[in-house]
């Protein structure tokens, strides 16, 4: 589009020069308030419980601010029930019925939830403010907000309000309506760095989190790029999606979350490997099922029925793409399953477990039919799980390989870089691709798996990729030297299951390092940062979530429980206001029920603003400077005669 087209389009909008003044000036204005609070999340990892936490209680911030309010004025054990009603207002009114049947209980509820929205919500524009206002209380909450001392007697107009709120019985409805608002103003935008899915037990839940806030980013992780490729019929990604979920025991995430039949692997595994004690493939547990509970024996007889059926269609996907140098995951073609032998870099490992019924050995790589049936079955409730599908589509959507967002860079794992540390890569579609162009690459490969002609050949490569972005050596999703799945299950030689981790994770503790990724980037003020998790940092054995002489954050703190001991916490959160970056350090949550203390987690200042960040210092003030000069250009050409004006009012009118 011209210039000139863009100004006749602009002029519908702004049919007059005083128009298009008055939103130069709106833009002007909002460019001046502060910056809206980020909240960076990573590794996530399907514990929806722990993260609806962390979001609906601004990890730990709206008590915070409860205590900026109340400080001197009511006690902890208030200040703790206050909190409780605003990040969870439908579970704690009902334990609070007897209190919510005193008016004037409620009253002073809805007073004090109003004196802390206030605050938080002082630094935002009215719009904004009434995009996070539920529409049904709209009028109502704007009275609240907007009427101040000097005009009318406030409090008793307050009062009249919410006696009124009272006589038409919606007053807990307000409550959580008000508590939800609270929640939403106090986190501007959430970035999540990775890996949303597998080990926890409900990463639905964590999705429908993420689709009701609205205002999220996400950079795919090696575990979301294994359910994209699963939900887009890779076969290799639904049954690591599907091996990964028995393993730690979440079948209410696949058959309650999103409707993925197991009834004909049930029967198959009982029929194939009735009698196999599968002592290598027992779970780890460590949350029960509410609704599918399965035999724990029956469910290690479904993993390695699984893993078998991976390892097959694997080393398939693999022989179609030797561009992945990958050909010695192709782990069954090294197996001599007649002498119960595996063989991997010149050594021969007894196997300890010598029982495949399924697998031919002169063609291992061959399902049976019975195999072909229940991947014929599993697939069909991939493709068809409408809320799988609706999940993918917003993590597409929402979704990219990197972001630059504020002068920040985010992505999931690592730029992978060689020895030397210079920037490195796989052959991608011909082409060895590295840096910013492999990341770039990978959206655009991801984009052609979703909107591609699923017959052609490039569209499949396309899906074939996201096993490579999975477990690939130098997938900057991943970034270790192998997934040794097969030999932890099969071999158990501690030696043979190392996974050497890219150059990156070892050289990006150098401030030059990561000065020079940001670069590739087009990063380089004093103010950036890399941002990324994948790897758990072991806080409790003195390592540091802050790098690099702070160029780097590092915020894998272990939010799933299966990293508590690794870590020895449950997990951060990076929040950068318009004053500072702070680390959030947060404890287990299991006590939660009743206790609220830990509403305020250990949080520590790590790089402070050398002035208050104004909206005018963001990507998005850089946008409202674009539309001002635009809006300029504008009033130039209504004042040269180029554009004719015509009344606003009259134009409204019509």
Request: glycine share 6%.
């Amino acid at each position: 589009m011209s210039k000139d087209q863009l100004l006749r389009v602009l002029s519908k909008e702004f049919p007059n020069r005083q128009s298009a003044m008055g939103e130069i000036i709106r833009l002007r204005a909002l460019m001046d308030l502060p910056k809206g609070t980020e909240y960076f999340f990573s590794d996530i990892h399907g514990e929806a419980k722990a993260f609806t936490h962390l979001v609906r209680s601004a990890s730990g911030n709206i008590r915070r601010k409860i205590r900026d309010v109340y400080r001197d004025r009511r006690s902890e054990a208030h200040q703790n029930l206050l909190a409780a009603i605003i990040c969870g207002p439908f579970q704690t009114l009902r334990r609070l019925r007897e209190e919510m049947s005193d008016p004037n209980f409620v009253r002073a509820t809805i007073l004090e939830m109003l004196e802390v929205a206030r605050l938080i919500g002082s630094k935002y524009p009215r719009e904004e403010l009434r995009q996070n206002t539920p529409s049904r209380y709209l009028g109502i909450m704007e009275e609240f907000f907007y009427t101040y001392s000097g005009e009318i007697d406030r409090d008793r107009y307050y009062n009249l309000i919410v006696d009124s709120i009272l006589e038409s019985g919606v007053e807990e409805d307000f409550i959580i309506a008000l508590g939800h608002m609270i929640q939403k103003i106090c986190v501007n935008h959430i970035h999540v760095i990775g890996d949303i899915f597998d080990r926890g037990p409900a990463p639905h839940k964590v999705m429908e989190e993420l689709i009701d806030f609205e205002r999220v980013d996400i950079q795919w992780g090696n575990h979301d790029v294994e359910w994209l490729g699963a939900a887009l019929g890779n076969e290799v990604c639904m049954l690591s999606v599907l091996r990964n979920a028995v393993s730690y025991n979440t079948f209410d995430a696949l058959e309650d979350g999103y409707s993925i039949s197991l009834r004909q692997l049930d029967d198959f595994v009982e029929a194939v490997y009735g009698d196999d004690p599968c002592e290598r493939f027992k779970l780890r547990v460590f949350d029960e099922n509410i609704y599918d509970i399965v035999d724990k024996k029956k469910a290690a007889r479904m993993h390695k029925a699984l893993a078998i059926l991976q390892f097959k269609r694997e080393g398939q996907l693999l022989k179609r793409h030797p561009e992945y140098e990958m050909d010695e995951r192709i782990v069954l073609e090294a197996c001599d399953f007649e002498r119960g032998l595996f063989h991997a870099d010149g050594v021969t490992y007894p196997m300890l477990d010598r029982n495949f019924p399924t697998i031919d050995p002169n063609d291992p790589l061959r399902l049976t039919a019975e195999e072909e049936d229940v991947l014929r079955s599993l697939r069909a409730s991939f493709l068809h799980s409408e809320t799988l599908q609706r999940h993918m589509q917003f993590l597409y959507t929402h979704g990219s390989s990197y972001l630059c967002f504020n002068g920040n860079l985010l992505f999931h794992g690592c730029i992978p870089l060689d020895e030397a540390g210079d920037f490195d890569g796989p052959v991608l579609d011909g082409a060895k691709r590295v840096g910013r162009e492999l990341m770039e690459y990978i959206n655009y490969a991801i984009t052609q798996a979703y909107y591609g002609d699923p017959e052609s050949v490039e569209t499949q490569n396309c899906i074939d990729l996201f096993w490579y972005l999975w477990c690939g050596a130098k997938s900057p999703m991943f970034g270790k030297s192998k997934m040794a799945t097969f030999e932890n299950y099969f071999v158990g030689v501690k030696d043979l299951s190392v996974e050497k981790y890219n150059p990156y994770y070892r050289l990006s503790n150098q401030k030059s390092v990561c000065e020079r990724i940001l670069a590739e980037f087009g990063l380089t003020g004093p103010q950036s940062h890399i941002i990324n998790g994948h790897v758990p940092v072991k806080t409790h054995l003195g390592e540091s979530p802050m790098r690099a002489d702070g160029k780097l954050f590092v915020i894998d703190g272990g939010i799933a429980k299966a990293y508590h001991n690794k870590t020895g916490i449950a997990g951060y959160t990076l929040i950068y206001n318009s004053h500072h970056i702070a680390l959030a350090e947060h404890s287990n949550y299991e006590a939660l029920s009743n206790e609220l203390d830990s509403y305020a987690p250990n949080v520590r200042t790590v790089d402070r603003m050398p002035r208050r960040m104004r909206i005018a210092d963001t990507d998005r003030g850089e946008n409202y400077r674009i539309r001002i000069e635009t809006l300029q250009d504008l009033i130039a050409s209504y004042q040269s005669g180029r554009l004719k004006e015509s009344d606003l009012e009259a134009f409204r009118r019509t």
